[in-house]
């Protein structure tokens, strides 16, 4: 398996543009994450699905994301429109569902927004 | 918020054994520990998780106190491409949420030639 691939790797983007990155989990894992990473804050857990449903999304900044899992082998975190303090490194991690699991993660995408 | 404490820094000499200290005092019966790192600018990296035993694979040991409140990670031959953000996280079972990985701060671990 390629493991967690995420596009894009690298984003940048105008305030106010849609921003759209993307996450493909690794094949039969059932439980998905979205986190961002900060100098300031450091990782954030942004989402966690379980079996395409949103189980947490008490990270989410605020109404400007929204992140979405059609499938099980995708999902989206989508930013409308963006700011400069959305600038971050966005990780998407994957797992088997339970407590005693390992999560793999994605190279993440380096989103700038100018 | 993390329920881990961890020093924000270590340094340790290549070759040598490299032991992580972690403070989760407020561990319950059914959570686990996991140890996770993070190289400059890549994703985090899975290390070894326990319960109530000592693990070890072939990264890592991990050695958790009889009463759970405290764990070391041990490195036991600490290379340059050790040098990495290391990160201990208890995971449990949030109602149905089925274990969220929340992460502190870290330590960050510095392997000197």
Redesign the interface.
């Known amino acids: 398996d390629a493991g967690?691939i995420q596009s894009p790797r690298h984003e940048v983007t105008e305030m106010g543009q849609e921003v759209t990155l993307r996450c493909k989990p690794i094949s039969g894992h059932n439980?998905l994450?979205w986190?961002r990473q900060t100098m300031m804050r450091?990782?954030?857990?942004l989402i966690?699905f379980?079996n395409n449903v949103p189980?947490?999304d008490s990270g989410m900044p605020e109404d400007r994301f929204s992140a979405k899992m059609p499938n099980a082998s995708f999902s989206t975190l989508k930013i409308q429109p963006s700011e400069p303090r959305d600038s971050a490194?966005y990780?998407c991690?994957s797992s088997l569902?339970?407590?005693?699991t390992?999560?793999?993660?994605?190279?993440?995408t380096r989103l700038t927004v100018v | 918020d993390a329920k881990t404490t961890q020093p924000p820094s270590m340094d340790c000499a290549e070759g040598r054994a490299a032991n992580l200290p972690c403070n989760h005092s407020t561990i319950s019966g059914n959570e686990y520990v996991y140890w996770y790192r993070q190289i400059h600018s890549q994703g985090p990296q899975y290390i070894i998780h326990g319960l109530k035993n000592n693990e070890t694979n072939e990264m890592a040991s991990l050695i958790i106190t009889e009463d759970r409140k405290s764990s070391t990670l041990i490195l036991p031959h600490a290379t340059l491409r050790d040098t990495a953000v290391y990160y201990c996280i208890v995971r449990g079972n949030y109602g149905g949420s089925q274990g969220n990985l929340i992460f502190g701060k870290g330590t960050k671990l510095s392997v000197k030639p």
């Open positions: 967690v439980s994450f986190y450091g990782l954030e857990l966690y379980n189980i947490d490194v990780f991690a569902a339970g407590q005693a390992e999560a793999f993660f994605g190279q993440g």
